[in-house]
């Protein structure tokens, strides 16, 4: 079992820049495909950004894409998340999610995502 932990989320001001983590535990990291999703209160939790096992492989919602970066650390079981250029409607909470795969390409289809963080409250007021 994967154990994941997102931390880094907070209140921000719209054009400002957030830095997410999630820690992952309990498995080999970096036989998992890694990914953020976010959902706003009642509504579907949407893809943002999936990263390969080994980081050499990256996707973006177009939503995201040019104003984020996804990122990991193989030695330290760490997958990030940078966010620039906040917008109000980048308000959501904030989920990392697993994928134990042997694949070398990342994906952003929801359900092939075995684990789940508790997910990070981001905040960006206009």
């Known amino acids: 079992q994967v154990q994941l932990v997102e931390s880094g989320g907070g209140l921000v001001q719209a054009g400002g820049s957030l830095s997410l983590s999630c820690a992952a535990s309990?498995?080999?990291?970096?036989?998992?495909?890694m990914a953020w999703f976010r959902q706003e209160p009642g509504k579907e939790r949407d893809f943002v950004a999936a990263?390969?096992?080994?980081?050499?492989?990256?996707i973006y919602a177009d939503s995201v894409k040019g104003r984020t970066t996804i990122s990991r650390d193989n030695a330290k079981n760490t997958v990030y998340l940078e966010m620039n250029n906040l917008k109000p409607e980048d308000t959501a909470v904030y989920y990392c999610?697993?994928?134990?795969?042997?694949?070398?390409?990342?994906?952003?289809?929801?359900?092939?995502?075995?684990?789940w963080g508790q997910g990070t409250q981001v905040t960006v007021s206009s």
């Open positions: 309990g498995g080999s990291f970096s036989h998992h495909g």
């Open positions: 990263i390969s096992r080994i980081g050499d492989s990256t």
């Open positions: 999610a697993a994928r134990f795969t042997l694949s070398w390409l990342a994906t952003s289809k929801k359900n092939d995502y075995n684990y």
